[in-house]
């Protein structure tokens, strides 16, 4: 279970590694060659805090008094947990995009927590879509609250199923990874008082949307653009 949460952030430790090797090997230079190691400097840093996180986690109650809050950009955050996807949705087929609405206001809230339920949502919806599948991470604000959704390509459920889904979740003892990728989201989201919820339909595949309280909700404008 440990190690599952970790997967993520170490396959793009592991390919942006290989690939700056290479590019380093080849005599190549430039952009490309930073960009790999920018992401592999913000996996590692990802990843050491997040096992940090969760043996914290792990040895209280956890509550609200855990977070580390601070005010943050919502898109920086979508567009980092989209990096450290990358790869694995690559090598499966898939293609990942983020969409960032224009002028976001700022969010209050433990940006590493934050950032891990997007990869635990994306990775759900990578492992659910069909070959060649476009999964997308959105973030809106609706009524004042900031809202992050993630779609996936695959062939949606019935009501029933989501219901099931939703049990699991709240149960937090699911034995399919799904299960306690929900589960997971749903123990973050309630430390920020914020909300999972999953909505699908046959043909249309998923959407997985974590809706933060307008109080966390921050007036300032954050410039944002769809990538």
């Given at each position: 279970?440990?190690?599952?949460?970790?997967?993520?952030?170490?396959?793009?430790?592991?390919?942006?590694?290989?690939?700056?090797?290479?590019?380093?090997?080849?005599?190549?230079?430039?952009?490309?060659?930073?960009?790999?190691?920018?992401?592999?400097?913000?996996?590692?840093?990802?990843?050491?805090?997040?096992?940090?996180?969760?043996?914290?986690?792990?040895?209280?109650?956890?509550?609200?008094?855990?977070?580390?809050?601070?005010?943050?950009?919502?898109?920086?955050?979508?567009?980092?947990?989209?990096?450290?996807?990358?790869?694995?949705?690559?090598?499966?087929?898939?293609?990942?995009?983020?969409?960032?609405?224009?002028?976001?206001?700022?969010?209050?809230?433990?940006?590493?927590?934050?950032?891990?339920?997007?990869?635990?949502?994306?990775?759900?919806?990578?492992?659910?879509?069909?070959?060649?599948?476009?999964?997308?991470?959105?973030?809106?604000?609706?009524?004042?609250?900031?809202?992050?959704?993630?779609?996936?390509?695959?062939?949606?459920?019935?009501?029933?199923?989501?219901?099931?889904?939703?049990?699991?979740?709240?149960?937090?003892?699911?034995?399919?990874?799904?299960?306690?990728?929900?589960?997971?989201?749903?123990?973050?989201?309630?430390?920020?008082?914020?909300?999972?919820?999953?909505?699908?339909?046959?043909?249309?595949g998923t959407v997985a949307s974590v809706s933060f309280p307008a109080e966390r909700t921050l007036r300032i404008a954050a410039p944002a653009a769809d990538d």
């Amino acid at each position: 279970y440990f190690c599952r949460h970790c997967r993520a952030p170490w396959d793009s430790l592991r390919g942006g590694a290989v690939l700056s090797e290479a590019y380093a090997r080849g005599g190549y230079a430039g952009d490309c060659a930073r960009r790999h190691a920018t992401d592999i400097h913000e996996s590692a840093e990802h990843l050491l805090d997040f096992v940090a996180r969760l043996l914290e986690l792990a040895s209280v109650d956890p509550g609200p008094g855990l977070l580390r809050e601070s005010e943050i950009d919502p898109g920086a955050v979508a567009r980092a947990a989209v990096r450290m996807l990358e790869l694995d949705a690559t090598k499966r087929g898939h293609r990942l995009s983020a969409a960032i609405a224009r002028d976001l206001p700022r969010l209050r809230c433990d940006a590493g927590l934050v950032r891990q339920m997007m990869i635990n949502l994306i990775g759900n919806a990578i492992r659910f879509s069909p070959v060649d599948s476009l999964v997308t991470l959105s973030v809106v604000e609706r009524k004042g609250r900031v809202e992050f959704q993630v779609r996936d390509g695959g062939p949606g459920v019935s009501a029933d199923q989501v219901l099931k889904r939703k049990r699991q979740n709240g149960g937090g003892s699911a034995s399919e990874p799904a299960g306690r990728n929900l589960a997971m989201v749903q123990t973050l989201a309630k430390l920020h008082g914020a909300e999972l919820k999953l909505t699908s339909r046959i043909g249309e595949g998923t959407v997985a949307s974590v809706s933060f309280p307008a109080e966390r909700t921050l007036r300032i404008a954050a410039p944002a653009a769809d990538d």
